[in-house]
């Protein structure tokens, strides 16, 4: 490719160690596509002529046809997937194949296919993302009545229902979405064009590129166009919060599926066994999904640290960006793909759920609104409500069995109504707030994400 400047060639370790094909091959439908958009754009502005455009346009189709059914392998001896298609359709179309590669350069090439790969990759994890929303809501309709401690510091605080807490994950899963959404839509322009930095002399039309590849417009600066990896890195950090909640989520269910909780049962399908103990059920799937977050994390500071010293405009290091990115977002592909199964065919325990709530004192609170409303300070219910909760530690017993005698030696604004008020059932019923853990509002919560979903 540059033999006009080189009097040897390079050696075969270097050549090696140059080469990007083995990875950047995943991008040869985007790399293709492209290029005939290219001819496209060249033959419109008689940079080339129409008969050498057709030629073009007809050796990418059937390499692209070629690629896609198994009848045409990669030539690993080439550097990158776009000498390789280069040479392949020169190969088949004699001299016009030279010709397409006029008015470009494999940088703003490079720039071109991995935003049109992520785009459509995104598409895949976006995909992913509502199946598992879908999954969890669906799992959550099950436990909406299901009642649960709720904690805080891992300490019990508040029953709540188990389909309110699935919910919250439903949530954040929604918020993956929408970064996802907004990083495509900074990403979608395009930079074909831009050439190696500088630009060209051809009087080409970059609009109507951009048009044909689905962008919303171009970059505006050349220089911007072929060193900006921007977009990897916003990506890459969507990803990293999808892993972080994912990994969250798996840490609970590691957690819920324990005989110290036992609120779960994972399907043996997505659990493994023990080599020496007979007994156990290993929720494995989780486990590697919260290890791989740490995968996830470390290709996005690579990348991160790849690009935080380079001068304009490209330089070889930027190679570096397609492992990285590719292993994110197949490791996050990955993950959702098994997670949402393994959500769907999880069995929920609702007793185990409701004896833990019994204990802890989790309606301590709703004890305090209780003199509250009868017209004590809060802070001063919250004392007493705090010397009968250390009452009860001291006798073993709980704020249900408490006798009303021993209530009114704290204070004689109790009365026989405050047992229904401290039923687990009223604590969760009365949280009627927007967003609360009452079963009508995970219902209008479940509604409201499912409605989202349709969109």
């Not at 007809?58 to 009848?71: A, P």
């Not at 929604?174 to 831009?194: C, E, T």
């Not at 609120?263 to 020496?276: C, K, M, N, Q, R």
Request: aromatic residues 8%; negative net charge; contains cysteine.
């Amino acid at each position: 490719m540059w033999a006009g400047r080189f009097a040897k060639s390079l050696d075969s370790k270097a050549d090696d160690f140059n080469s990007s094909i083995r990875f950047d091959c995943k991008m040869y439908k985007q790399d293709i596509l492209g290029s005939i958009a290219h001819a496209k754009m060249l033959e419109k502005q008689s940079i080339i002529s129409a008969e050498d455009c057709e030629k073009i346009i007809s050796g990418l189709t059937e390499i692209l046809e070629d690629l896609n059914n198994g009848n045409l392998d990669f030539d690993m001896s080439c550097e990158d997937i776009h000498m390789f298609v280069e040479a392949e359709l020169t190969k088949r179309i004699g001299e016009a194949g030279k010709r397409l590669h006029t008015a470009r350069s494999r940088n703003d090439q490079v720039a071109l296919d991995i935003r049109m790969y992520l785009r459509d990759r995104s598409e895949d994890i976006i995909g992913l993302l509502r199946e598992l929303i879908g999954a969890i809501t669906d799992k959550a309709e099950e436990g909406k009545a299901a009642i649960v401690p709720g904690y805080t510091h891992l300490q019990r605080a508040q029953p709540i229902t188990f389909g309110h807490h699935l919910m919250a994950y439903a949530q954040m899963f929604l918020r993956d979405i929408s970064r996802i959404k907004d990083a495509v839509a900074r990403m979608n322009y395009s930079p074909i064009g831009s050439c190696a930095l500088a630009g060209t002399t051809y009087k080409t039309d970059r609009f109507f590129e951009a048009e044909q590849l689905g962008f919303s417009g171009i970059t505006q600066n050349s220089i911007d166009g072929v060193s900006d990896r921007d977009f990897c890195v916003e990506l890459m950090s969507a990803f990293s919060l999808i892993m972080m909640h994912l990994s969250r989520f798996s840490e609970e269910i590691i957690l819920w599926s324990s005989w110290e909780f036992k609120f779960v049962e994972l399907d043996d399908a997505y659990t493994t066994g023990s080599s020496i103990m007979p007994q156990k059920k290993n929720s494995d799937m989780a486990e590697l999904v919260r290890g791989k977050t740490g995968r996830v994390y470390g290709d996005l500071f690579a990348l991160l640290t790849t690009l935080k010293g380079l001068p304009l405009a490209y330089n070889k290091d930027m190679q570096e960006d397609k492992e990285a990115i590719f292993d994110s977002l197949e490791t996050v592909e990955m993950c959702l793909d098994i997670f949402a199964p393994m959500i769907r065919t999880m069995k929920l325990i609702p007793s185990n759920m409701y004896k833990a709530a019994q204990e802890g004192f989790i309606n301590a609170t709703d004890l305090a609104d209780y003199l509250t409303k009868k017209g004590l300070p809060f802070r001063s219910a919250y004392k007493i409500v705090g010397q009968i909760v250390a009452e009860c530690i001291d006798k073993k017993t709980v704020l249900d069995s408490l006798t009303l005698e021993k209530y009114k030696k704290h204070s004689d604004i109790f009365e026989e109504d405050l047992y229904s008020e401290i039923s687990l059932e009223a604590c969760v019923e009365k949280r009627i707030s927007e967003g609360g853990t009452s079963v009508a509002s995970v219902e209008k919560q479940i509604a409201l994400v499912r409605k989202e979903l349709e969109i």
